[in-house]
């Protein structure tokens, strides 16, 4: 039996891409950081059959891709446990008692700044869902399949 991939590529069209990300909402494309991955925009591109287009921000030139995450079948992963282990995040436990719920599918946008001088692919995620479920940095890990030793850096949780 196939097993169903844990993301999709939303397609972004270059013309679109011509002004910049800041043309695009926080919903769109988001752009807080979580993860620097130490794959470079051609490995993403060979490890997960997607495609990389040219854009600008306000810090330089930059390629990106914008995936959207399905968490759903991952809740069980095997490697789940790991992935929220090594990402330093727990479920943190609401008044009612039950752990804040990530929505079923969500973006992601992986993005490499062209001057850059540190290695690596910057994955982001919307700032609303990681301030209110920071275990969604573990989501992205299992959905992407990555190893510990893929992440160079991990945005800490101020809560």
């Known amino acids: 039996m196939e097993r169903r991939r844990a993301f999709t590529q939303i397609p972004l ?14 919903d769109e494309i988001p752009q807080m950081p979580v993860l620097v991955i130490a794959v470079e925009p051609p490995d993403c591109e060979l490890k997960w059959s997607i495609r990389f287009c040219d854009s600008f921000d306000n810090l330089d030139y930059l390629k990106v891709a914008v995936l ?19 990402a330093g995040v727990a479920p943190q436990i609401s008044n009612v008692g039950v752990a804040p719920q990530t ?14 001088p540190t290695p ?5 995620v919307p700032e609303e869902i990681f301030k209110h479920d920071p275990t969604i940095v573990s989501e992205v890990i299992v959905a992407l399949g990555l190893h510990p030793d893929d992440v ?8």
Do not use: K, M
């Open 68 to 86: 959207e995450i399905h968490n759903a079948p991952n809740a069980t992963h095997p490697n789940r446990s790991l992935a929220v282990a090594y």
């Open 152 to 159: 160079l850096w991990s945005r800490p949780h101020d809560d």
């Open 120 to 124: 690596g692919t910057d994955i982001c």
């Open 103 to 116: 929505p079923s599918a969500f973006r992601i946008a992986l993005i490499r700044h062209r001057g850059s």
């Open 13 to 26: 069209f270059e013309g679109n891409l011509e002004q910049g990300l800041s043309g695009y909402s926080e």
